[in-house]
């Protein structure tokens, strides 16, 4: 054999690079400058037609996990033709790139694993994290936003490990397509602690840790590794933390917000989204939101996370710190939280009532004497009534009667999802309260008509918010996520809808959420700057937002 034939001609690298691949838009010109001579067929589509094609290939497919599974090998290998598809049918394929297909997607990580995205990093190894995050060839000033897991709570399936990653992978996707986030600019991480599910340590297949999860001391000290790390090596960094179980997510935020630049979605970003909600409802039940009495039903991280922005929101608008705590009652699983309970989450400490306060309320003796929900809302007589239990069912026709008696428009918004494990459906809460409750759930709903009024149910999606939220923090270069910047960002969502008219959604649909990002990372830059954490000062601030948001274009004179 002569050396010339034993040679196999390396590909050009363009073609396996996503970042730069344009597939059959590189003009004629193009493929002769980049050596793709004969690499390619002879015709030139534009970006427009590529995603026409790509769309109709991915509506074809026969299951939402395989339009995932595709549209995840399209972004593989054409970054710029997959987010133009993203960002063309995104209330469409949101469910598909994001929950809850994702969470399928994750289950079968380690079985249907093609190719690697992002950053894995073992508490086995940690000190090779600044070894791996220089891997990626960026430097300082090249990263605006990581998003990390230790995947022990994703979504509402629970701890899958390694497989993890596609939930960092998935919110990178929603940042992008959704606030303009540069794809360029962002890393998505996994931390890798090792698993409690046994069928993942028992699986040959598994890609991750083969050990029970880490914990305790060394969890932390791995854990701020971490945080030293990434903001040492990317400095302007948002460091987005995403589905930690609520022991360690908490305290992570309590104990490193101060000095990272850190933002949990789940904790804050489900409580403003919420906040967002309820700003609205506010807007039609004519009570000031200063005085409203909240009951939550499901005091995890999420609940408490929307227990802290609502009160945050109370303050703001003038109510005593001391008396907004008093006004919230959170009921779990021992039910109404007292502060004579052993084993309360520090969390859940601040809003646990003083047992002289309940005792002589109703304590249901099938239930250990627990103070239930109904008995709660009976006395209690909130004007807010939140979900996120995962209890399918617990808002009962009693419970809804309950609270319409006890306020004229009462805000009830059972936001757990999937739909097998919401609190109660629009439709239930609307007939038992005579149409007068304000909801807002946490899956998507059709609209409801109940006494001749067609009612359109918002859904409190975190996407409404924190796509708006990342982008208006990398623009003012904020050092923290404030309050006030959490704040404002709800109140850019809710001054997005008209809850005026009989039926109207307390919340914007998903389907521009670009426009709606940009006007919600106009108002946190504004907060931002107000509350004194911004170190980029633009002096037109939507000029400054609309500039930033990377769209999905061919640029240097090729297709668009």
């Known amino acids: ?136 060839q960026l430097g300082p000033e090249d990263v605006d936003l990581i998003v990390c897991t230790d995947a022990e709570e994703i979504l509402g399936i629970g701890d899958w490990g390694v497989g993890g990653i596609q939930i960092s992978v998935g919110k990178l996707a929603v940042y992008t397509a959704a606030a303009g986030v540069d794809p360029r600019r962002v890393v998505a991480v996994s931390l890798d602690v090792g698993t409690d599910r046994t069928s993942l340590l028992e699986d040959p297949l598994y890609l991750g840790n083969r050990h029970p999860r880490v914990r305790g001391a060394r969890y932390d000290a791995f854990i701020e590794t971490y945080l030293e790390t990434a903001s040492s090596a990317f400095p302007d960094a948002l460091l987005h933390f995403e589905d930690f179980g609520p022991g360690n997510a908490r305290r992570i935020l309590d104990r490193h917000g101060g000095r990272y630049r850190i933002f949990n979605d789940d904790i804050q970003g489900t409580g403003a989204v919420t906040l967002a909600a309820a700003l609205s409802a506010v807007k039609v039940s004519g009570l000031r939101l200063r005085d409203q009495k909240l009951v939550i039903f499901g005091a995890g991280t999420a609940g408490v996370g929307i227990a802290d922005q609502l009160r945050d929101a109370m303050i703001r608008d003038g109510q005593d710190p001391e008396r907004a ?30 047992p002289g306060e309940v005792a002589d309320w109703a304590r249901d003796a099938r239930d250990d004497g627990a103070i239930s929900l109904l008995e709660t809302v009976r006395r209690v007589r ?55 409750a304000l909801v807002a759930t946490g899956i998507p709903v059709p609209p409801v008509t109940c006494g001749g009024v067609t009612h359109q149910i918002g859904q409190a999606n ?54 709606s990002s940009a006007l919600t990372a106009i108002a946190v830059v504004r907060a931002a700057l107000e509350d004194g954490v911004a170190t980029s000062k633009p002096t037109d601030i939507e000029e400054a937002v609309r500039e930033a948001m990377w769209q999905p274009v061919y640029t240097d004179g090729t297709a668009s």
């Open 462 to 515: 975190n996407a409404l918010l924190y796509p708006g939220l990342g982008l208006g923090t990398i623009v003012s270069g904020a050092s923290q996520v404030t309050a006030g910047m959490l704040l404002a960002a709800a109140g850019a969502v809710a001054d997005q809808v008209d809850p005026s008219e009989p039926g109207a959604s307390l919340l914007p649909p998903v389907d521009d959420l670009r426009e």
């Open 382 to 436: 909130p004007t807010i009534l939140l979900g996120t239990s995962t209890v399918h069912g617990a808002f009962t026709r009693e419970v809804v009667e309950a609270m319409a008696e006890g306020t004229e428009r009462p805000v009830i918004f059972p936001i757990s999802n999937p739909t097998s494990r919401i609190e109660a459906m629009p439709a239930d809460v609307l007939a038992w309260s005579g149409g007068k």
């Open 325 to 354: 705590v008093a006004q919230v009652w959170l009921i779990d699983r021992q039910g109404l939280l007292t502060r004579d309970m052993t084993g309360l989450r520090d969390f859940q400490q601040p809003y646990a009532r003083d």
């Open 1 to 136: 054999m002569t050396e010339s034939h034993a040679r196999t001609p390396a590909t050009p690298g363009v073609l396996v690079d996503p970042l730069r691949n344009r597939g059959v838009a590189f003009t004629a010109r193009e493929r002769e400058a980049l050596g793709l001579t004969g690499r390619l067929p002879s015709g030139v589509l534009t970006l427009t037609q590529q995603a026409r094609r790509a769309y109709r290939q991915m509506r074809a497919q026969g299951s939402d996990l395989a339009k995932n599974v595709y549209l995840e090998q399209l972004h593989d290998r054409n970054e710029t033709l997959y987010f133009k598809v993203l960002g063309d049918h995104l209330a469409e394929l949101l469910p598909i790139v994001y929950d809850p297909t994702v969470g399928e997607a994750i289950e079968k990580y380690s079985h249907e694993y093609r190719r690697p995205r992002g950053i894995f990093l073992s508490v086995d190894r940690p000190d090779d994290m600044e070894k791996a995050f220089a891997t990626l």
